[in-house]
């Protein structure tokens, strides 16, 4: 076999160029599949993106900012009406990708914005019509009906993993007591996309709690972390069969003890972090089990010993220096939102508008985007950004 052959020969194994690729930098595996058919099917299958995303992590590219008004999602029936000027699901979009969602009108189709990970959007209008909508595939579907009927909750998304094309997800109901009652038992609703059903169980604690309502889930992991009543934090594995549900205190802070704004999200390690701001600035801590425990993420949960860990503290006057025009609004300042997987960066709002902080170096930069952000009611509304996993599909390429 000459030279020439076997270099072929080799090239032309799957197996040998999934090494190869793997070598590649996130900057440049999205530009390889233009080199053949053969590249584009080898990097975007899901064996090679799993290998590949365990060594190198996922990158994310911002496509806006979801806007969910509380006052309009679930309103009874006498409640408050929507302009009917305001979009249900508004999106300030920060990028072109950003404005052709909103042109192509599949948001004025999806109800009202509750959650979203990993490109998946859940949507729709309380107590029984839900929507997901995968941007990438551009695929939407229907909920069916939920069972039980819950007049105030909270929710959860969880995007379990991609098979090919396909996504595999759940999506959460949890009842939220009216009175705030403290009960050692609380009533979920789970939704499967693997079975299309939803299966109704109940939860137990311990001690008393009392899930916070309309508020959203973190999921790191697996693992849903509710913001519960009382400055305590739920935490629960739906991959355990006892159905419990830890609870852990939340951190007071010195900066932000009179916190007025609190986010959740998932640090660069794969730990929940919680960040907390007043109007004098923000605090943020990480959530490590006891030492010694199962290097699994919270397995049983309700067993094992937390502790926060504070990451990273910053005096809101830092950002008013460096950019005085908007000290203005120096009673407007809080945290907004963490980036996924991301433990130095941070988006902070003030007034209406939108800034990136990196908290190793200080800095910030304003966020452009394009929307009536003046118009928003800032005190009813939960503004999520919304990011895009930065990896390429066969059915998006040509």
């Known amino acids: 076999m000459s030279r020439n052959n076997s270099v072929y020969a080799v090239l032309n194994c799957d197996d040998i160029l999934h090494e190869i690729l793997l070598q590649l930098p996130p900057s440049t595996i999205s530009q390889s599949v233009i080199v053949s058919k053969r590249w584009l099917r080898v990097i975007c299958s899901s064996s090679f993106r799993r290998r590949y995303l365990s060594r190198w992590g996922q990158n994310y590219r911002l496509l806006g900012f979801f806007v969910c008004n509380f006052l309009y999602l679930g309103r009874p029936r006498d409640g408050y009406r929507r302009p009917t000027w305001e979009p249900a699901l508004p999106l300030l979009s920060t990028c072109k990708e950003g404005d052709d969602l909103k042109l192509s009108g599949i948001l004025k189709r999806l109800g009202y914005f509750m959650d979203c990970s990993n490109g998946i959007i859940l949507s729709g209008l309380h107590p029984k019509t839900y929507y997901v ?7 939407q579907y229907q909920l069916p009906e939920p069972q039980q009927f819950y007049k105030t909750l909270c929710m959860a998304l969880i995007v379990e993993e ?22 050692n038992t609380v009533s979920i609703e789970t939704f499967s996309s693997k079975t299309g059903k939803w299966k109704q169980s109940t939860l137990m604690c311990p ?13 790191v992991g697996g693992v849903v972390h509710w913001f519960a009543m009382w400055g305590k934090l739920a935490i629960y594995d739906p991959r ?10 939340l951190p007071a802070g010195e900066l932000s003890v ?30 490590e089990k006891e030492a010694g425990a199962n290097p699994s993420m919270y397995c049983n949960c309700t067993h094992l010993r937390y502790n926060w860990i504070l990451r990273w503290r910053l005096n809101f006057k830092v950002i008013w220096k460096q950019i005085p ?3 203005m ?3 407007e300042t809080q945290i907004l939102s963490f980036l996924p997987q ?4 941070v988006f902070i709002k003030l007034g209406w508008n939108i800034v990136l902080c990196d908290l190793e170096t200080k800095t910030v930069e304003i966020v452009n985007y394009q929307g009536r952000g003046g118009s928003i009611s800032w005190e009813s509304s939960k503004v999520v950004p919304y990011f895009l996993p930065a990896w390429p599909l066969s059915s998006s390429v040509s």
């Open 325 to 327: 025009s908007l000290s």
């Open 342 to 345: 991301n433990s130095k960066s």
């Open 258 to 287: 009179e916190h007025e704004e609190s986010v959740l999200g998932e640090s660069s390690d794969g730990l929940l972090q919680y960040g907390q701001s007043s109007n004098l600035g923000l605090e943020i801590w990480i959530l």
């Open 133 to 139: 909508y995968n941007t990438m595939t551009k695929q």
């Open 240 to 249: 355990l069969g006892d159905r419990h549900i830890a609870l852990v205190k």
């Open 207 to 219: 001690t008393s709690f009392a899930l916070r309502p309309r508020t959203v889930g973190m999921v």
């Open 162 to 183: 991609y098979l090919d094309d396909e996504i595999c997800y759940k999506v959460i109901r949890a009842k939220c007591e009216g009175k705030l009652k403290e009960r």
């Open 329 to 331: 609004h120096f009673k």
